[in-house]
């Protein structure tokens, strides 16, 4: 399996107002957006890097999604590093023969769990042409 290019960065917050602060005021990034997703239970702030790729921060609004399980469990910090692959599938069958467990195989995106790459969530997504 082969990664194209690095994609984005998630960090997860408990604020996303104090979030897009940091991100904004500290390190001087320009805020692209800000988003709700009600279907993933978080708030988001989108952050566009020089040279591509992009940050984005979360919140959620929801103790009970993902983001705010990782949130209570781990606290604030890294939540995922997406990554684009030339062929979605055939690298899903290369993670799998060497042992990675993946989530929501088969969707546009795939995650490689955590357990399969030292506590870090990483998402694929096929390279758009």
Not at 31 to 44: H, W
Not at 114 to 123: C, K
């Amino acid at each position: 399996m082969a990664l194209s290019a690095f994609d984005h960065l998630v960090v997860r917050v408990g604020d996303l107002d104090e979030g897009i602060a940091t991100y904004r005021d500290t390190l001087g990034l320009t805020l692209d957006r800000t988003e709700q997703s009600e279907a993933l239970g978080i708030k988001q702030a989108f952050f566009n890097l020089p040279g591509g790729g992009f940050i984005e921060v979360v919140a959620p609004v929801d103790s009970q999604s993902a983001v705010g399980q990782a949130l209570e469990k781990r606290g604030e910090g890294i939540h995922t590093v997406a990554f684009a692959v030339d062929d979605l599938g055939a690298a899903c069958e290369s993670l799998k023969a060497g042992g990675a467990r993946l989530i929501a195989e088969g969707q546009p995106v795939v995650f490689i769990h955590p357990r399969s790459t030292h506590g870090v969530l990483i998402q694929l997504s096929e390279r758009s042409a």
